[in-house]
C-alpha cells in the first residue's frame, strides 16, 4: 500500500470524510469563537456588537469559576480511578471460570444500556433519597441516621453514578485485553516463582497497559462533558458545590440566555480539554505505540 | 542434583483418560527425550512433572523427596516453552533475571549470573532489547538463559525448536547438547521429531496414547524395538513390514527391516520388484521399489550414486541377522 498510485487514490477517497469532519467541526468552533467576542443575549437582543474579552472577563470572575475547574477535575480523576480500578477487578473475577459466568457477565455489562438521565434518577430517587431511598432505610435498619448523599456529598455521588455507568465499559476492554494475555506467560512465571501478585504486577498490569490507556483517553473525552447527571441529580449545587464547566456553560447559555458568556465558556472548556488530552498523551500516550 | 520418580502417574481430563497409569524414573544428569505422535500426551506428562498440571494419582518425587503436591516454583525445576513466553515489556537482561528478581536475590549477584548466562548463550551484545526486536533463534536462547541463572535441578523444554527453521534447528540442538554436557543437569526434552530424540538423547522414552511404549538409549531402541509401533516410529525412513506367507517363512506374524539393511542388484536377489520414486539426497539414495508382493512398497537405502532408475526391475536381498520379527500381537519374537 505505498505505490504512487495507491497513496493518491487513498488521498482522493478520504477526502470527502475529512472535508466533512473539517466542516462538522470547524464551523462550530469558530461560531463559537465568534459569539464569545459578541454582546448577545437573548434577553436583550437590540444590544449586540464587539465586546473584546469582556464575556471572557465575566466568565472567569464568576464566582463559580475556579470551582467549577476543580469540580471537573475531580469528577474526570474519581471516575477514572474507580472504573479502572473497580474494572481491572471485575475482569479478572469474570475471567475465571465460575459457574453462571454467562448471566454474570450480561449482568455486569447492563448499566451501559442504561440511558444517563434515568440512572441518573433511579440512583437519586431509589438509592440516595434521604427520607425513602435504599441507602437511607438500609441505614436505619442498622441504627445508622441516614445519610443525605446528594446534599451533604454531591460531587463525590455524582462521580459514583457516572463511575456506575463508565464501569461496564472499562471492564469489557479490560477483559478483552486480559483474555488475550498468552497462558503459557502466566505458567513461565509461575515456574519463575512469582506468586499471584507478583503474577499481576508484572505480567498481566504491564500486558494491560495499553488497554488501560485506551479506557482513560475514551472516557476522558466523554467524562469532560458529563452535564445530565448533574441537571436531574443536583442541579450543580447545593450552591456550587457540583457544577462543573460544562454545568456552568449550560447555566449561562440556558438559564442566563447569555450566549456570548456561554460561548466564551465553551472556549474556556476547549482549552481546558486540551490542556487534559496533551497532559494525558504526555503521561501514557507512548503506551499505544508498541 | 535431578533425580525424577514417577509412580503410578495418572492424567484425567474429565472422562478422558490422557495419561493410563506410568511409571518412569529419570536419573540424575540424565538427557531424557519424550516422542510420540501428535496427542500422545508428550507435554502433559511434562506439565505434570512440572507442576503446571495437578496428578488425577500416583506420585512424583524429585531427589526423593515428594513433591506431588507442591506447586511449580518449589519443586527447582525450569521450563522452557514451545512459543518461548517471554515477557515482552522487559528488556532481555530482565527477563533472564525474573526469576532471581523472584527470589529476593541480591541486585550485584542477579547481575553476575545475567551476565554468564548471556555469555555462554551469546546473548551479550542483546541485553538491552526487548524479545520483540530479537529472531526466533535468539528469543529461544533468551528463554533458555531464563532457565539457566535459576541452576535448576532439572530443565524441562517443551518442543523448544518447532518455531525455528531446519538450519537454526541443527544448531540449536547442538547447543543444546553442548549446554548438557557443560551443565550436567537432569534434561527433559519433549519432541516428535526423532532426529532430535536419536542425537540428543541419553535415554527415550517412546509414548503412545499416553502409555510408555519403551524406555532405553537410542541404539537400543533403533536395534531391539520392543514393538511394532517403536519399530516404526524410530528410525528414518521408517522400518518396512511385511506380514503374510513371506513372514511365516520366518516363524512370524510380521517381519521389519529397515531401509538401510536391504541389499540392492540389478540381477540377482530374494526379492523382485519395480522402482518407483527414488530420493537422491547426495550421500543416499532412497528407493521406493513397488511390485514385491510383499507389502504396497518397500523402501531401501543405496549409496549416493547408483545407476537405478524409475521403473527399472531391481532384486532386493535383506541382511537376515536385521531382521526383526513380531508376533501378532506386535511384540518382538
Ligand atoms: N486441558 C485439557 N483438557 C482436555 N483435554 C486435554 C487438555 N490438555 C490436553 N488434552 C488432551 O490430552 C491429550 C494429550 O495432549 P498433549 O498436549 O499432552 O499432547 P502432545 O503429545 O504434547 O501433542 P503435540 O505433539 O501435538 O504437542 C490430547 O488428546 C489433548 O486433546
Ligand atoms: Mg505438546
Known amino acids: 500500500?505505498?505505490?504512487?498510485?495507491?497513496?493518491?487514490?487513498?488521498?482522493?477517497?478520504?477526502?470527502?470524510?475529512?472535508?466533512?469532519?473539517?466542516?462538522?467541526?470547524?464551523?462550530?468552533?469558530?461560531?463559537?469563537?465568534?459569539?464569545?467576542f459578541q454582546r448577545y443575549n437573548l434577553l436583550t437582543p437590540d444590544r449586540s456588537g464587539f465586546i473584546g474579552f469582556a464575556n471572557y472577563a465575566e466568565f472567569v470572575t464568576s464566582p463559580a469559576f475556579w470551582l467549577a475547574i476543580l469540580n471537573t477535575l475531580l469528577l474526570v480523576l474519581g471516575v477514572l480511578v474507580i472504573t479502572?480500578?473497580?474494572?481491572?477487578?471485575?475482569?479478572?473475577?469474570?475471567?475465571?471460570?465460575?459457574?453462571?459466568?454467562?448471566?454474570?457477565?450480561?449482568?455486569?455489562?447492563?448499566?451501559?444500556?442504561?440511558?444517563?438521565?434515568?440512572?441518573?434518577?433511579?440512583?437519586?430517587?431509589?438509592?440516595?433519597?434521604?427520607?425513602?431511598?435504599?441507602?437511607?432505610?438500609?441505614?436505619?435498619?442498622?441504627g445508622m441516621r441516614p445519610f443525605d448523599f446528594l446534599g451533604q456529598a454531591p460531587l463525590a455521588s455524582i462521580i459514583l453514578i457516572v463511575a456506575w455507568q463508565w464501569l461496564p465499559f472499562a471492564t469489557l476492554i479490560l477483559l478483552t485485553a486480559l483474555q488475550s494475555l498468552d497462558s503459557e506467560r502466566l505458567e513461565a512465571a509461575e515456574m519463575d516463582g512469582a506468586n499471584a501478585w507478583n503474577r499481576f504486577r508484572f505480567i498481566m498490569v504491564p500486558h494491560l497497559a495499553r488497554a488501560i490507556t485506551v479506557v482513560v483517553l475514551i472516557q476522558t473525552i466523554f467524562l469532560l462533558g458529563i452535564l445530565v447527571e448533574i441537571l436531574v441529580t443536583t442541579n450543580g449545587g447545593p450552591g456550587n458545590q457540583s457544577t462543573t464547566l460544562t454545568y456552568l456553560v449550560y447555566q449561562e447559555a440556558i438559564l442566563s440566555s447569555d450566549v456570548g458568556a456561554a460561548a466564551a465558556g465553551g472556549v474556556v472548556a476547549v482549552i481546558l480539554a486540551n490542556i487534559v488530552a496533551v497532559f494525558l498523551m504526555r503521561a501514557i500516550g507512548n503506551n499505544l505505540d508498541s | 542434583m535431578g533425580q525424577i520418580t514417577l509412580s503410578g502417574v495418572t492424567k484425567r481430563f474429565g472422562e478422558t483418560e490422557v495419561i493410563p497409569p506410568l511409571d518412569l524414573n529419570i536419573e540424575d544428569g540424565e538427557f531424557v527425550v519424550f516422542v510420540g505422535p501428535s496427542g500422545c500426551?508428550?507435554?502433559?506428562?511434562?506439565r505434570l512433572i512440572a507442576g503446571l498440571e495437578d496428578t488425577t494419582a500416583g506420585h512424583i518425587s524429585i531427589d526423593g523427596k515428594d513433591a506431588t503436591g507442591l506447586p511449580p516454583a518449589k519443586r527447582g525445576l525450569a521450563m522452557v516453552f514451545q512459543s518461548y513466553a517471554l515477557y515482552p515489556h522487559m528488556t532481555v537482561r530482565k527477563n533472564i533475571a525474573f526469576p532471581l528478581r523472584m527470589a529476593g536475590m541480591a541486585k550485584d549477584e542477579q547481575d553476575r549470573r545475567v551476565e554468564a548466562a548471556a555469555k555462554v548463550l551469546n546473548l551479550t551484545?542483546?541485553?538491552?532489547?526487548?524479545?520483540?526486536?530479537?529472531?526466533?533463534?535468539?528469543?529461544?536462547?533468551?528463554?533458555?538463559?531464563?532457565?539457566?541463572?535459576?541452576?535448576?535441578?532439572?530443565?524441562?523444554?517443551?518442543?523448544?525448536?518447532?518455531?525455528?527453521?531446519?538450519?537454526?534447528?541443527?544448531?540449536?540442538?547442538?547447543?543444546?547438547?553442548?549446554?548438557?554436557?557443560?551443565?550436567?543437569?537432569?534434561?527433559?526434552?519433549?519432541?516428535?521429531?526423532?532426529?532430535?530424540?536419536?542425537?540428543?538423547?541419553?535415554?527415550?522414552?517412546?509414548?503412545?496414547?499416553g502409555r510408555i511404549e519403551q524406555v532405553g538409549s537410542p541404539?537400543?531402541?533403533?536395534?531391539?524395538?520392543?514393538?511394532?509401533?517403536?519399530?516404526?516410529?524410530?528410525?528414518?525412513?521408517?522400518?518396512?513390514?511385511?506380514?503374510?506367507?513371506?513372514?511365516?517363512?520366518?516363524?512370524?506374524?510380521?517381519?521389519?527391516?529397515?531401509?538401510?539393511?536391504?541389499?540392492?542388484?540389478?540381477?540377482?536377489?530374494?526379492?523382485?520388484?519395480?522402482?518407483?520414486?527414488?530420493?537422491?539426497?547426495?550421500?543416499?539414495?532412497?528407493?521406493?521399489?513397488?511390485?514385491?508382493?510383499?507389502?504396497?512398497?518397500?523402501?531401501?537405502?543405496?549409496?549416493?550414486e547408483v545407476p537405478i532408475r524409475h521403473g527399472d526391475t531391481v532384486f532386493l536381498t535383506p541382511d537376515a541377522s536385521k531382521i526383526h520379527r513380531f508376533d501378532q500381537n506386535g511384540l518382538r519374537l
Open chain 1, 84 to 142: 479502572v480500578v473497580g474494572g481491572i477487578l471485575i475482569a479478572l473475577l469474570i475471567d475465571q471460570p465460575l459457574w453462571g459466568q454467562g448471566i454474570v457477565r450480561i449482568l455486569v455489562i447492563s448499566p451501559f444500556f442504561i440511558m444517563p438521565p434515568v440512572a441518573a434518577l433511579i440512583w437519586k430517587n431509589m438509592f440516595f433519597n434521604p427520607s425513602n431511598g435504599l441507602f437511607a432505610e438500609a441505614a436505619k435498619a442498622i
Open chain 2, 125 to 209: 551484545s542483546y541485553l538491552d532489547r526487548r524479545p520483540g526486536q530479537l529472531s526466533g533463534g535468539q528469543r529461544q536462547r533468551v528463554a533458555i538463559g531464563r532457565a539457566i541463572v535459576r541452576e535448576p535441578a532439572a530443565f524441562l523444554f517443551d518442543e523448544p525448536l518447532s518455531n525455528l527453521d531446519a538450519a537454526l534447528r541443527v544448531g540449536m540442538r547442538l547447543e543444546i547438547s553442548e549446554l548438557h554436557e557443560r551443565l550436567k543437569t537432569t534434561m527433559i526434552y519433549v519432541t516428535h521429531d526423532q532426529v532430535e530424540a536419536m542425537t540428543m538423547a541419553d535415554k527415550i522414552v517412546v509414548l503412545n496414547a
Open chain 2, 41 to 46: 500426551g508428550k507435554s502433559t506428562l511434562l
Open chain 1, 1 to 36: 500500500m505505498s505505490t504512487q498510485a495507491s497513496r493518491s487514490a487513498a488521498r482522493l477517497m478520504l477526502s470527502p470524510a475529512v472535508l466533512i469532519l473539517l466542516v462538522w467541526m470547524i464551523v462550530p468552533l469558530v461560531l463559537t469563537l465568534w459569539f464569545s
Open chain 2, 219 to 304: 541404539l537400543e531402541l533403533y536395534r531391539t524395538p520392543r514393538n511394532l509401533f517403536v519399530a516404526g516410529f524410530i528410525g528414518s525412513p521408517r522400518m518396512n513390514l511385511i506380514s503374510g506367507p513371506e513372514a511365516a517363512r520366518f516363524d512370524a506374524h510380521t517381519i521389519g527391516i529397515r531401509p538401510e539393511h536391504i541389499g540392492v542388484h540389478p540381477t540377482l536377489g530374494d526379492w523382485r520388484g519395480v522402482v518407483g520414486v527414488s530420493e537422491h539426497l547426495g550421500s543416499d539414495t532412497f528407493f521406493h521399489v513397488h511390485e514385491t508382493g510383499l507389502a504396497e512398497s518397500l523402501t531401501v537405502r543405496a549409496g549416493g
